[in-house]
């Protein structure tokens, strides 16, 4: 698959049109997805006809947008009118959008193509890929290990080469941690950077939308198409786009790294070792390496499972039948009527709620929601303070890499611990990108993280830039 | 900190959802190690930490009715059937 700068470049000057492009995205899919599962539900007529309208837009001699003819697949979480928004789960099996979300106008108005939705963990609640009601995806790399998760089926479409970018949304690492373990480029801006306007909610003060690509240049291209001020999104930040990949620099000089004090204590061997080969390229590159202190940040993924559940457990109150999702026809009594309307949530799904209503009950609020917010205002504290030390944070992305399909029980305790350094990004409303640095033994991608202050995602996405061409 | 399976029922229940005997037991184990590495936060000093107090009042336009024809005609027209100037939802029970 050509890059979204080749595919801009040959639609705009007319090497190419946007339905050969739009075409060629539809015949891989068509080939690889019976396997890999990448994509829930194709849009086959919707993009042809997309495709045409951006070509007859070039012969009429019109300027064509930043994305001309890019094929785009979109998490199953983002609405696009007229088509279904799923989140991957039997409760919204049959939900069609009702208006389309600020993240897939903007891709419309910059002449993209919407290819299709991707595959997901119900609701965006998983680190594998495995509660999806439409099953597993598969990652390109190893058919026989998980893609990571929530935003695995974008993840994987990258990766197979099926479109040239996909959207993801990453509340706790679900664009960085899958795009490490496929071996693709995951960002998730700061939070506010993107609107989440039309975005399925899982928890609103860590939901962000992000972007996954197979290069840097891509990944920030499409970011400064999505960044922005909406009015639609009170949370979203008035603040200048900048034209992200015109900020790549020759060299590192004047970049300081942190390199936080304890974060690769424990850490498997070849991961460590190709994060210290990425802090070594960044210091060749010019970079002044600091070693730095976040002594909270290693609260981040228990005040994550409680803050996060306890918003879901508020978001998801809209699915009883009456607002949003299934409704249970044969109940006799109001109760009954909830209970039966609620019951095609999956059991991580139900976990999750569980979790957040127990941590806002009455007895509970203040050691564990109340406890939860507090620690997260020292981790936010910690983390403006570094910044005030350097520029950029270099980390692992995930302890692992991608492991074998049914390996890790999907609701055990040990698949949270795969958010151990993505959900610091969350919790801190930090810019973090992945960007694949590597492979261990069995020839599984590595990723590494590279975490930046709020609306500074040009200084995270240059230094990815300069390890993506070192390797 | 400790979460058992009457904790998962009554969560259950506050969430109007229905919790079996099954997914109790399955959940109970999972939550007690979860609220194990919960029980961490119990070890951070928070006492001078004071939450960002929010005014709501400042970005949050007035809950008034909208005096708008146009989109109150907008808004019905979305709804198949009226009666007498309402909108007819659907029945629940």
């Given at each position: ?5 080749e595919?801009?470049?040959a639609?705009t ?14 015949k ?8 890999i ?8 007529q919707?993009?042809?006809a997309?495709?045409?309208a ?7 001699g019109?300027?064509l ?10 998490k199953?979480n983002?609405?696009?009118?007229g088509h279904?928004?799923?989140?991957c789960?039997k ?8 208006y ?5 106008e ?5 002449d993209?193509?919407?290819?299709g ?12 890929n ?5 099953g597993v ?5 190893d ?6 998760g929530?935003?695995?089926g974008?993840a994987?479409a ?10 993801g949304?990453?509340?706790?690492g ?20 993107i609107s989440?306007?039309g975005?399925i ?10 972007v996954?690509?197979a ?10 198409v999505?960044a922005g ?5 009170s ?11 015109q900020?790549?620099?020759a060299?590192?000089?004047g970049?300081?790294v942190?390199?936080p ?23 060749e590159?010019g970079?002044e390496?600091?070693e730095v202190?976040?002594?909270?940040a ?5 005040c994550y ?5 306890a ?7 809209r699915?009883?039948g ?5 409704t249970?026809?044969q ?10 309307s ?14 957040g209503?127990?941590?806002?009950t ?17 981790i936010?504290?910690?983390f403006k303070?570094?910044?005030t ?10 302890p692992?890499?991608a492991?074998k ?9 040990a698949?949270y611990?795969?958010?151990?350094y ?5 919790i801190g409303?930090?810019?973090?990108i992945?960007?694949?640095f590597?492979?261990?033994e ?7 993280q590279?975490?930046?202050?709020i609306?500074q995602?040009e200084?995270?996405l240059?230094?990815a830039?300069?390890?993506e061409?070192?390797i | ?6 904790d ?7 969430a ?7 997914e109790?037991s399955i959940y109970e184990?999972?939550?007690e190690?979860l ?6 936060l119990?070890?951070v000093?928070?006492d001078?930490?004071k ?6 009042a400042?970005?949050l336009r007035k809950?008034?009715p909208a ?12 709804f ?10 659907k029945k629940?029970l």
């Open positions: 698959m050509m890059t979204v700068s595919i801009v470049k639609v000057q007319g090497t190419q049109t946007a339905e050969q492009i739009t075409r060629e995205s539809l891989v899919i068509a080939e690889k997805n019976p396997r599962n990448a994509f829930v539900e194709v849009f086959e919707d993009a042809l997309q495709a045409k951006i070509d007859e837009k070039r012969s009429r019109e300027k947008g930043a994305l001309a003819g890019v094929p785009v697949g979109i199953d983002l609405l696009y009118k279904k928004a799923t989140c789960s409760m919204l099996a049959n939900y069609v959008a009702s389309t979300s600020t993240v897939v903007k891709l419309i108005a910059a993209a193509v919407i290819i939705r991707t595959n997901m963990d119900e609701f965006a609640m998983g680190s594998s495995q509660t999806s009601v439409y995806v598969h990652n390109p790399v058919e026989t290990c998980v893609p990571g929530s935003s695995g974008s994987a990258v990766a197979a080469g099926m479109v040239p970018v996909a959207l949304t990453d509340t706790g679900s664009v960085r941690q899958p795009a490490g373990f496929c071996g693709v480029v995951g960002i998730k801006p700061g939070y506010g950077r989440r306007y975005v909610a899982f928890a609103s003060s860590a939901d962000q939308v992000g996954l690509a290069n840097v240049r891509d990944t920030a291209d499409v970011l400064e999505l001020k909406d009015v639609h999104d949370t979203s930040l008035e603040a200048p786009v900048p034209a992200y990949s900020q790549f620099t060299d590192l000089k970049l300081k942190g390199l004090k304890g974060f690769l204590d424990g850490l498997n061997e070849t991961i460590k070792s190709r994060v210290e080969a990425a802090a070594q390229t960044l210091k590159k970079a390496l600091v202190e976040v002594p909270y290693k609260y981040s993924a228990p499972y409680i803050i996060t559940s918003e879901a457990s508020s978001n998801l109150g699915y009883d009456i607002r949003y999702g299934y249970d026809t109940a006799q009594d109001l109760n009954a009527y909830y209970e039966g609620r019951a095609p949530f999956g059991l991580e799904v139900k976990k999750r709620i569980i979790i209503t127990y941590a806002l009455s007895g509970r609020y203040e050691e564990c929601f109340l406890k939860a917010m507090k620690v997260r205002e020292l936010r504290e910690d303070k570094v910044f030390q350097v520029d950029v944070l270099l980390t692992p992305t995930s692992t890499t492991f399909i049914g390996a890790v029980e999907e609701n055990s305790l698949l611990l795969a958010d151990l993505t959900c610091q990004g969350n409303g930090l810019a973090g992945s960007v694949p590597g492979k261990d069995k020839n599984l991608p590595i990723g590494v590279l975490y930046g202050p609306l995602e200084k995270i240059n230094a830039y300069h390890l061409k070192s | 900190m400790s979460i058992t399976k009457q998962v029922a009554l969560s259950g229940k506050l109007k959802m229905a919790v079996t005997e099954q109790a184990a999972q939550l190690a609220f194990k590495w919960v029980k961490e119990s070890a000093n928070t001078n930490v939450l960002t107090n929010v005014n709501l400042a970005h809950d008034v005096e708008d024809a146009a989109l109150a005609a907008q808004l019905r027209a979305v198949a059937e009226q009666e007498k100037d309402c909108a007819k939802v629940v």
